[in-house]
């Protein structure tokens, strides 16, 4: 495959895109609108877009910007199971591919990379957002699935 997900996607105009639709419905769905009912940072389009972004094989953008990882993934940590959430926020990130005008196969890898990074990556640390460590990187995802974490 020539270039990263990223660029195969649309670059950073695809992943506002695909940010902007996933907030959206994440906010009407009977699941995933729990989460948010507590607040969110207003900017929160921005931060998910530049994390997928890098996430995908972007520039460094969100690290550059908002530093490690460890912030995104404590949010997502200390919740126990949550199975349904899970299967929910794939079912709607899906969708919200499916409406962002990202190309196959692109679109493809996307699913595949949000549905490992709901269920692998947010669901490591169930007991304590304590346990994240300060210095997580963005874990990042290729065509060949997840790459080894930066040093």
Known sequence: MQGSIYEVAGGMDAMRRLAQRWH????????????????YAEDHVERLATYLAQALGGPPAYTERFGPAAQVDRLHAGNGSHEDLNQ????????????????????????DYWEWATFTVMD?????????????PVH??????????EA
Do not use: C, M, N
């Not at 079912?91 to 190309?103: G, H």
């Open 124 to 136: 490591e640390f169930p007991d304590s957002a304590d346990d994240v460590p300060a210095d997580r």
């Open 88 to 111: 929910a926020a794939v079912t709607v990130f899906s969708r919200a591919v499916d409406t962002a005008e990202i190309p196959e196969p692109a679109a493809q890898a996307l699913k």
């Open 140 to 149: 990042t995802y290729t065509w060949d699935g997840p790459a080894a974490p």
């Open 24 to 39: 959206a419905l994440a906010l009407v769905d009977p699941l995933l609108s729990h989460p948010f009912s507590h607040g």
